[in-house]
């Protein structure tokens, strides 16, 4: 596992204004619960979030009947992905969590943390995604 980002800290000046690079750059998905000990070693001033089903106060996590839905593979992640962003805009205290995370990135590194391994079928993605469309603030559309 690569652990370097050596770049991650040279955007922390306060007399610019972090661009949208810089905050996707600053947002990152590599880490999961087995690892998170040392990734905190490694990066010891990043922010990392846990958004798992287990964490009593993850705002960012899809319903449980979403999760078991999923976990039993009776949707795609396709399906999974439009559902749970669905879910996510009708949580006022998710996009708050949103907004927060996105505030977050501008000064430093946030990972998303949870579970899954692969971070390219886990709800984590989907997270950042809707972090850097909407940085945060309330979306109705559809896509």
Not at 34 to 44: D, K, Y
Not at 45 to 71: G, K, V
Not at 122 to 143: A, D, F, P
Request: include cysteine; charge should be positive; proline fraction near 3%.
């Amino acid at each position: 596992m690569n652990l370097e980002h050596a770049s991650v800290y040279e955007f922390f000046n306060p007399r610019r204004t972090p661009s949208h690079e810089d905050i996707m750059r600053n947002i990152r998905l590599d880490c999961y619960v087995a690892i998170i000990g040392r990734m905190r070693e490694a990066f010891p001033r990043a922010h990392f979030e846990i958004i798992t089903r287990r964490e009593e106060n993850s705002t960012l996590s899809p319903s449980m009947s979403l999760a078991w839905i999923w976990s039993a593979r009776k949707i795609t992640f396709n399906g999974f992905s439009r559902m749970f962003l669905a879910e996510l805009k009708t949580r006022p205290e998710a996009l708050e969590a949103l907004r927060r995370l996105h505030a977050i990135a501008e000064r430093q590194l946030v990972f998303l943390v949870c579970y899954e391994r692969d971070s390219k079928q886990c709800h984590r993605s989907l997270v950042k995604e809707y972090i850097m469309k909407y940085g945060g603030t309330e979306h109705h559309g559809t896509g």
